[in-house]
């Protein structure tokens, strides 16, 4: 079945700078990359997404890259911001198994004012 | 616009307590429905899922169970809590089966300890 990593599992930057998060994964049938922030006490929200057929797609400060054939995909954050600080997990799923997302193990991003 | 709600949002329970949790969507119809538990700094582990009333499947080996008595409607229970089932509790949904992707959208979540 489909595994995915994420690094790093901490990730502190000064405001202003970039962050970037990655993740692997491993069944070549995936097709949808979901990236979701949770802040504390909170339920994850869905902040990007690529499909399969799209190697980069941009919303304002966040970006997300897809290498397909090295089954990788990578957040940016750009010009970051103290509210900016949370956990976010990247996420997989294929058509065969269309019903889970497969997630990663988070990353907490903490930005420093 | 959908939105999903999940009561209560907070719960203390007794060990060997029994335990009903239930999210609700609006907004959509038919929708697949999920029930993920995620530890203290932890990642999120699915429990189960549903794609139609009635229509449950088990993830992982437990002592909970779930139940979607309504288009709309999704139960966690357990019959009596143990103190590994504290953790915070999500419910999700997505489209039905006949979407290409799997958009899945979080409710706020229930943090359940059991002492």
């Known amino acids: 079945g489909e595994n995915v990593e994420q690094h790093p599992s901490t990730l502190s930057v000064q405001e202003g700078d970039s962050a970037v998060i990655k993740c692997t994964y491993s069944d070549s049938a995936s097709n949808y990359f979901p990236w979701y922030k949770q802040e504390l006490g909170k339920g994850p929200q869905l902040i990007i997404d690529i499909r399969s057929n799209v190697g980069e797609k941009k919303d304002q400060r966040i970006a997300v890259t897809l290498n397909k054939t090295a089954k990788h995909f990578s957040l940016h954050i750009t010009e970051t911001q103290p509210e900016d600080s949370a956990v976010y997990f990247c996420?997989?799923?294929?058509?065969?198994?269309?019903?889970?997302?497969?997630f990663g193990s988070g990353t907490r991003l903490l930005v420093r004012p | 616009s959908q939105t999903i709600h999940q009561w209560p949002a907070t719960l203390v329970q007794p060990v060997g307590s029994p335990l009903s949790l239930e999210c609700t969507v609006e907004?959509?119809?038919?929708?697949?429905l999920y029930w993920y538990r995620q530890a203290a700094g932890r990642g999120l582990q699915l429990l189960f899922y549903?794609?139609?009333?009635?229509?449950i499947s088990s993830e992982v080996p437990q002592n909970l169970s779930a139940s979607r008595p309504q288009d709309r409607q999704f139960i966690l229970s357990s019959k009596k809590l143990l103190l590994s089932d504290s953790g915070f509790y999500l419910c999700?949904?997505?489209?039905?089966?006949?979407?290409?992707?799997?958009?899945?959208?979080f409710g706020p979540g229930t943090r359940l300890t059991v002492l």
């Open positions: 996420a997989a799923s294929n058509r065969d198994s269309s019903y889970k997302l497969i």
């Open positions: 999700a949904w997505s489209r039905t089966r006949q979407a290409s992707y799997n958009e899945q959208f």
């Open positions: 549903s794609v139609g009333i009635g229509q």
């Open positions: 907004g959509t119809s038919n929708p697949n």
